[in-house]
């Protein structure tokens, strides 16, 4: 069956090792680099699928763990696919599971969570934020035995099993069962936890081919990323970069623990990426907040998915370039009486429409409509920076973007 993937370097920055491209699917192409908005439940927060649309997001990655629980693979695969049952009819890829692994597993354990910002500062003496409590997860050799956060129920994420699930799901592209890993694994548990993911990435790889022709799911035009491990330990970024970079997977992703500070995370894509192949599209997962974006495009990523931009925004922060951060909080009492939009520079319909006053005032009374005027705005916000980004890169200025939104290359 002939494959309807591709991807196409179109310029490289002459400063750094950015390139912008073009990243054709089944159901459309992606510029990149780009933000892949994130629909956990085959649903961006508070916007369907044409409000997407209008504001030019691109791609979309929906969660596999949370789909298998509700409402199944079966049911989203005999309403054909992610595409036909959620009408999002462009781009789409599908996690793992992985992360829910950590989430449910050494998150709960340890009191910390994947991103590097967690702690404050370098010193591994920080304390955690989240007060350990039970796993909820057991990781065995075939996979991953859990309790539904629904109903308590068992289950089993097994490589093949995974890969089945996200075939009836029918996203455009897909990954293997991984783990996770916590910030605060050891060398030793971080080792044996990749060696392991590179094993049960050759299972899924296998799983995939043998299912690849199989006519009955719902997009046989799939394809599947490997992903890329070690935490933020050199020696096993490089073991795991040259493992899965020697796979036939069609394009890669990196994740994990990316460690304890943003030059952890920056050291973690400076070891892994040289050894993927250059034609291969390269993706981060879990990352994509303003800060993380100029550095990590600047190192050679070519999409993000990140909850942090419409979790933001449901919390009242709202992106606004050249404040701290590059985001306001609404919430705050001088905006009681401000009739001026977010940014008079954007184009969203927030911002033509509304005021900071009034987005003010449905924030603090706790109204939905606040959750999807602040998502618009946060989300279009990322899709014009984005653009801003890849003009630079054609345009060979992306140094001088980086240093006008505040960043250092």
């Known amino acids: 069956m002939t494959s309807r993937f591709s991807f ?28 892949v908005g994130v629909a956990t439940r085959a649903t961006i927060k508070a916007l369907e699928p044409q409000a ?11 969660n596999t763990y949370h ?54 500062g370098n010193s591994p003496s920080t304390k955690p934020k ?38 009836k799901l029918g996203a455009d592209i897909i990954v293997p069962l991984d783990e996770c890993t916590s910030p605060l694994h050891d060398h030793a548990y971080t080792k044996n936890s990749m060696e392991r993911t590179h094993r049960w990435a050759r299972r899924g790889l296998a799983a995939f081919q043998f299912l690849k022709d199989d006519p009955t799911f719902p997009n046989p035009h799939q394809v599947l990323y490997g992903i890329v491990q070690g935490g933020a330990y050199q020696d096993l970024r490089l073991e795991s970069a040259r493992f899965i970079g020697e796979l036939p997977f069609d394009g890669f992703a990196i994740g994990g623990s990316l460690g304890r500070s943003k030059t952890d995370m920056w050291n973690v894509l400076d070891w892994s990426i040289p050894l993927l192949r250059d034609e291969a599209p390269r993706h981060l997962l879990g990352i994509g907040e303003i800060e993380d974006l100029f550095t990590c495009i600047a190192r050679g990523i070519d999409t993000f998915d990140c909850a942090a931009p419409t979790r933001l925004a449901r919390n009242g922060s ?22 001026g939009p977010i940014d008079p520079t954007c184009d969203c319909f927030t911002c033509q429409n509304h005021s900071r006053a009034y ?13 999807r005027l602040a998502t618009l705005h946060n989300l279009r916000f990322l899709v014009r920076l984005m653009a801003e980004i890849r003009d630079a890169i054609d345009d ?10 505040g960043f250092r290359l």
């Not at 060979?396 to 939104?405: E, F, K, M, S, V």
């Open 396 to 405: 060979a200025r992306l140094t001088a973007l980086a240093r006008d939104w």
């Open 318 to 339: 709202v992106f606004l370039k050249g404040a701290p951060r590059h985001r306001i909080n609404l919430r705050n009492a001088r905006f009681i009486s401000d009739d």
């Open 52 to 62: 997407l649309i209008d504001i030019g997001l691109q791609i979309v990655i929906s």
């Open 130 to 167: 989240v007060r350990p409590s039970k796993p909820l997860v057991k990781l065995t050799e075939q996979g991953v035995d859990f309790r539904s956060i629904l109903d308590g129920s068992p289950h089993t994420f097994t490589p093949e099993s995974v890969i089945t699930i996200e075939r």
């Open 8 to 35: 196409d370097i179109t310029h490289r920055d002459p400063q750094t090792v950015a390139r912008s491209g073009l990243l054709t699917t089944a159901h459309g192409s992606v510029r990149t680099p780009a933000f």
């Open 359 to 371: 987005l003010r005032h449905l924030c603090r009374v706790g109204e939905f409509t606040f959750y």
């Open 67 to 120: 789909l298998h629980l509700q409402p199944g693979e079966d049911v989203i695969a005999s309403l054909g696919g992610l595409h036909g049952f959620s009408g999002w009819n462009r781009p789409t890829m599908t996690d793992s599971g992985g992360f829910q692994v950590f989430s449910l597993g050494a998150s709960k354990e340890h009191g910390v969570g994947k991103v590097a910002s967690i702690f404050p």
